[in-house]
């Protein structure tokens, strides 16, 4: 689950205090952090409440195959959406190491395909990421997950130190090091949001307990959602500071490619995605599964097809697209916030009892919770698309030499 949490999403953070504004950033980053403990943990409530075992069964007991077909779409969207992001990172990271190790191979004939960016996209994704994909069973990459996460630590140490030494030209604005609030807030919760949301494989992660109860798996929330927001913090707080108004969507590009340290953060959180994107594949091919095939046995041929396409429509995506920031609040403003605030409150409303009034003790935290997403989803959404297509936005889509 803290691999879950602290994949693509966490190396936006910075930029997320960036728009959102200082203090306005560290408020928001703590209390979705336990606005998305709740929910998840409300997520296996709603489960044991209506009898299922799957976010698409309880949308269909609430709310019939149109609750069905809505959760189903927005869990691919927002596992696809990382699943590009993570591609993203892939290609902003591994070419910068390769350079840097060796500095003469791109005037090497053949070999400098290394330091291409698509190249490697491609490359990592089809012999590292594809391979683990194919895996059925989610637990199976546990002890991959559980490296990953030793990566991320280093990730946090290594901006952590690095940030303070970073040469002046590549600093931001100190004046505004520590402003209040910025005009971003929105987008700001789309990217932390995205950064904190597992709720798409929060029933898988639930089913891979020894004992699956609810008190253990409030224990498993409590823990992975408490490292992460320590974790999130302290990178988001140590490059935000030293950055300002020059932050980028991914923190490590804001780095010199010669930094040591930081390439060792940006091979680290290469192979985090290597993992993280299995995890996210995951997802998309169970929806497909249960939203289609719910009635039929399982499909070797089946199963591999929807992984080879899925996972190669995400590559295509990060092939063409260099800007993680919009990536990562479009796929937060819209789907993170629904999956996250919405339908779990919406569905926790529709599963208790009827007769208690909505301002309730019990009742009210939900009301408030999915009229939270709401309005996110739709301020957010609104104000990405409209990023998307103003010049800025267009010039950071590359779609020269896809392939």
């Not at 090497?108 to 395909?113: D, M, Q, T």
């Not at 994909?133 to 991959?144: G, N, P, T, V």
């Not at 004046?175 to 995205?194: D, L, T």
Request: proline fraction near 4%.
């Amino acid at each position: 689950m803290a691999n879950s949490i602290l994949g693509a999403g966490i190396i936006g953070l910075p930029y997320a205090i960036s728009q959102a504004g200082f203090f306005t950033g560290l408020f928001l980053l703590v209390i979705l952090c336990g606005v998305t403990d709740w929910t998840i943990r409300l997520i296996v409530v709603n489960a044991k409440m209506s009898g299922t075992h799957s976010y698409i069964d309880i949308m269909n007991h609430c709310f019939g195959s149109s609750g069905r077909a809505a959760v189903s779409f927005f869990q691919f969207a927002f596992a696809f959406g990382g699943m590009c992001a993570f591609g993203i990172i892939i290609g902003d990271t591994i070419p910068h190491v390769i350079r840097s190790i060796f500095p003469r191979l791109p005037t090497v004939p053949v070999l400098y395909l290394l330091t291409n960016r698509k190249f490697v996209i491609a490359l990592c994704t089809i012999c590292v990421s594809y391979p683990l994909s194919l895996y059925r069973d989610i637990h199976k990459l546990s002890r991959a997950s559980g490296l990953a996460l030793i990566g991320m630590i280093i990730i946090v140490t290594s901006v952590l130190i690095e940030s303070p030494n970073t040469s002046p030209e590549l600093k931001g604005d100190p004046s505004k090091r520590f402003s209040v609030i910025e005009p971003g807030i929105f987008q700001a919760i789309g990217v932390i949001s995205f950064a904190f949301v597992c709720h798409h494989n929060s029933l898988l992660i639930y089913g891979s307990l020894r004992t699956p109860t609810l008190d253990r798996f409030a224990v498993v929330t409590h823990i992975s959602t408490l490292l992460s927001l320590v974790a999130c913090c302290t990178l988001a707080i140590a490059a935000y500071v030293v950055f300002t108004d020059k932050t980028q969507g991914n923190i490590l590009n804001n780095f010199s490619p010669d930094d040591t340290l930081i390439n060792v953060a940006r091979f680290c959180f290469g192979l985090n995605m290597f993992t993280t994107l299995p995890l996210e594949l995951f997802v998309c091919r169970e929806v497909v599964e249960q939203y289609f095939f719910s009635h039929e046995s399982f499909n070797m041929q089946r199963h591999v097809f929807f992984t080879t396409v899925i996972l190669f429509a995400s590559m295509l995506v990060a092939l063409i697209t260099c800007d993680l920031g919009v990536m990562l609040e479009i796929t937060g403003g819209v789907s993170a916030t629904t999956l996250a605030f919405i339908f779990p409150a919406t569905c926790y409303l529709k599963l208790t009892d009827s007769k208690e009034p909505w301002y309730s003790r019990s009742k009210l935290p939900a009301y408030a919770c999915a009229t939270f997403g709401i309005v996110v989803m739709a301020i957010s959404l609104y104000l990405a698309l409209g990023k998307t297509w103003t010049p800025e936005g267009a010039a950071k889509i590359d779609t020269s030499n896809v392939l």
